[in-house]
């Protein structure tokens, strides 16, 4: 890849999300004619920070078009993000139905660029991860990601701050491959949680990648956290490109 081919542009956009309301969401795109695949980042538990909309552009600097909606757009669209997201958990975090139509409004708006290529793929970090999984049995898309994504599997215990309910018996709606990233020491979700999750992958005839990581627990993706692994993250990073390369790009006739 050339400098040239890095170039991008970013800015703040607005989508139509659930039942058509407006919310506002972070664009990065390539330069260039395309056609380009296009990704949806959705944003982790503490919200729609610089970390994620650097995400978005890392996915653009690979020649994606890009989308992190802001999913806690509602609770504060004028606020700072970590206010907004500190509303959304003391709410139980977005509910699903909510979730779905945000992210459909983002697949739409990156469907409609005149650099697309049609195909769409989703990813996300821990809440975003199980949203991941989510939209990919909810709408058309072409491929998902789930970074260590909590109660896909599993329940959440006694006291936890999000209302999510487990999705695993949705599993026969996967409608696109799933690329999962994970590390053993990680307790939402733990490897027994990942494990059954696989289990029902492979029952239902699902195409999937799992991949554990030792040393590794939750937040591994994260540069700005104690938890951040940059082994972990360097393979992960390489076999989320590989992935949406492979479901994302046409191949050649």
């Known amino acids: 890849m050339t400098l040239r081919d890095e170039a991008m542009s970013a800015a703040n956009v607005m989508l139509v999300g659930h039942q058509s309301d407006a ?6 795109t390539p330069t260039g004619a395309g056609p380009f695949p296009g990704v949806v980042v959705i944003h982790h538990m503490p919200g ?10 890392n996915f653009a600097a690979h020649r994606y078009n890009a989308i992190c909606p802001n999913l806690y757009y509602r609770e504060g669209p004028e ?19 909510r ?10 708006a990156l469907r409609a660029l005149p650099t697309s290529n049609g195909k769409v793929g989703v990813i996300g970090y821990c809440s975003g991860g199980r949203q991941s999984f989510l939209v990919a049995i909810s709408l058309p898309v072409d491929a998902a990601v789930d970074c260590y994504g909590a109660f896909v599997s599993g329940t959440a215990p006694e006291g936890f701050p999000l209302k999510v309910t487990p999705l695993i018996d949705r599993t026969e709606s996967l409608g696109c491959p799933l690329l999962g990233l994970f590390g053993l020491e990680d307790q939402f979700p733990s490897p027994e949680q990942v494990d059954e999750l696989e289990q029902a992958l492979i029952a239902h005839g699902k195409t999937y990648e799992f991949h554990r990581y030792e040393n590794a627990g939750h937040a591994f993706f994260s540069p700005n956290r104690t938890s951040f692994r940059p082994e972990a993250a360097l393979d992960g990073w390489q076999r989320i490109f590989s992935w949406f390369e492979t479901y994302l790009t046409p191949s050649e006739a």
Request: no cysteine.
């Open 23 to 28: 919310i506002n969401g972070y664009q990065a």
């Open 79 to 97: 606020d700072d993000p970590d206010d907004a997201a500190a509303r959304a958990r003391a709410n139980g975090g977005v509910p699903d139905d």
């Open 48 to 57: 729609w920070d610089p970390a994620t909309k650097e995400i978005t552009r």
């Open 99 to 108: 979730l779905v139509g945000d992210v459909g409004g983002a697949i739409a």
